[in-house]
Nanobody, 116 residues
Framework: QVQLVESGGGLVQAGGSLRLSCAAS????????MGWFRQAPGKEREFVAA????????YYADSVKGRFTISRDNAKKTVYLQMNSLGPEDTAVYFC?????????WGQGTQVTVSS
């Protein structure tokens, strides 16, 4: 059993930054790669970024490359998403999950709202 809790969302002006956190607990060794996903109003959930717990490969959606950075703290079992140069198109609920995602691990997410 794995529990994932997202935090760090909020309201920010366009051009601003936020850092999201995903705290993992339980059998986290069962997840090799962690990812961030987002769902904007009226749209399907989409992939944002992913990173292996052991380090190495990192993946980003084209829409966030150069602006978002995924990182992790293995000791804290926490994955971060640093988001810079935010725009209104980044407004969404952000979720963390395994990558590829598992229906078992979806949490409540954290709301990010970017005002223009």
């Amino acid at each position: 059993q794995v529990q994932l809790v997202e935090s760090g969302g909020g309201l920010v002006q366009a051009g601003g930054s936020l850092r999201l956190s995903c705290a993992a607990s339980g059998r986290t060794f069962s997840i090799a790669t962690m990812g961030w996903f987002r769902q904007a109003p009226g749209k399907e959930r989409e992939f944002v970024a992913a990173n292996r717990w052991s380090g190495g490969s990192t993946y980003y959606a084209d829409s966030v490359k150069g602006r978002f950075t995924i990182s992790r703290d293995n000791a804290k079992k926490t994955v971060y998403l640093q988001m810079n140069s935010l725009g209104p198109e980044d407004t969404a609920v952000y979720f963390c999950n395994a990558h590829p995602p598992s229906f078992r691990y979806w949490g409540q997410g954290t709301q990010v709202t970017v005002s223009s």
